[in-house]
Nanobody, 119 residues
Framework: QVRLVESGGGLVQPGGSMRLSCAASGTIRRVDRMGWYRQAPGKERELVAT???????NYADSVKGRFTISRDNAKNTVYLQMDSLKPEDTAVYYC?????????????WGQGTQVTVSS
């Protein structure tokens, strides 16, 4: 069984920094694109950033210049470094990955981790 497990959420003050991690585990043959999405109360889930296994990245306009996505392919882990955080960044952050397991390709989601930006 393939799982994505996130860590690193919590409470941070405006202007602060936080790093999220997400590790894929299980019987994995290959991990392709990985990414982060977020969902604020009353809003739809939105893309934050994605990264291919070759290192190509894509960011939402709202986080460009403040957030950095990276990955460790040897550990099947993706990270999201968040700097200059704003109250509007408050949301549940979800990890996402396209994974080839023994059953074939599939899109997996993590359980979500709460990020709250508040003074």
């Amino acid at each position: 069984q393939v799982r994505l497990v996130e860590s690193g959420g919590g409470l941070v003050q405006p202007g602060g920094s936080m790093r999220l991690s997400c590790a894929a585990s299980g019987t994995i043959r290959r991990v392709d694109r990985m990414g982060w999405y977020r969902q604020a109360p009353g809003k739809e889930r939105e893309l934050v950033a994605t990264i291919t296994n070759g290192g190509s990245t894509n960011y939402a306009d709202s986080v460009k210049g403040r957030f950095t996505i990276s990955r460790d392919n040897a550990k099947n882990t993706v990270y999201l470094q968040m700097d200059s955080l704003k109250p509007e960044d408050t949301a549940v952050y979800y990890c996402n990955a396209n994974i080839m397991a023994t059953t074939g390709w599939g899109t997996r989601w993590g359980q979500g981790t709460q990020v709250t930006v508040s003074s």
